[in-house]
């Protein structure tokens, strides 16, 4: 497992390794991390623009012993038939799960880009930037993923965060689905849903999001 210490150690080891500039957007346990809301994980996260920099990031964790591994243990077999599946590199129990431009059909949004929670520098001859992304974003993500103990930290997300939007939620959802993205109306609808057992969520963000997923106006 990694820590919140291990994390950016490793992050600074990656940085001293890069031959060029890279940025990355972190989501997943690696974002939770940065907010304090989680203490290690055991999976980083990352979403590159390019992959000529997901490349690069690749050939500096592999100097650090990381190796490529599949990644169908982790994720549902419909979502690993998308050619936006992840590449996976692991050492020991530790994972990186990276991804460019989409996860799975999920975009890149200007949204994404724009509102950022935070933004992290590890420099040496190179910089290494790591953008973390806002809870609303990690939330449609982890609905999306659907990978053990995701729906867990969902419900810490939503415990937690005081002033998370909800509306902001299902308007990212929407700008996604009218983009071409599938799969991520009903996995944030049923996530919603769920959700309702453990947090309070307005039923109008749930009815906003089923009304489209059904075809009905209003």
């Known amino acids: 497992m990694i820590t919140q210490k291990d994390q950016s150690n490793l992050f600074q080891l990656i940085a001293d390794r890069i031959k060029a500039d890279v940025t990355c957007y972190a989501f997943g346990g690696t974002a939770m991390m940065f907010y304090g809301y989680k203490d290690e994980t055991k999976d980083i996260d990352l979403l590159f623009e390019s992959d000529g920099e997901r490349k690069e990031f690749i050939r500096a964790i592999e100097s650090l012993g990381f190796a490529g591994s599949s990644p169908f243990k982790i994720y549902i077999p419909e979502k690993l038939r998308d050619k936006h599946r992840p590449l996976m590199y692991t050492m020991g129990d530790s994972r990186f799960d990276?991804?460019?431009?989409?996860?799975?059909?999920?975009?890149?949004s200007p949204n994404i880009k724009e509102d950022k929670y935070a933004m992290h520098e590890f420099k040496a001859k190179h910089t290494l930037i790591v953008n973390v992304l806002r809870t609303e974003h990690i939330v449609l993500l982890k609905s999306v993923t659907e990978r053990d103990r995701d729906f867990e930290d969902i419900i810490t997300i939503a415990k937690k965060t005081k002033d998370f939007d909800w509306q902001y939620l299902v308007d990212e959802t929407l700008w996604q689905y009218s983009h071409g993205d599938g799969w991520v109306l009903p996995d944030v609808w049923k996530m919603l849903k769920e959700l309702q057992k453990y947090v309070f969520v307005e039923e109008k963000y749930v009815k906003m999001l089923e009304s489209t997923k059904t075809g009905k106006a209003g």
Do not use: D, G, N, Y
Request: overall charge positive.
């Open 98 to 108: 990276l991804f460019v431009k989409c996860i799975f059909k999920t975009l890149l």
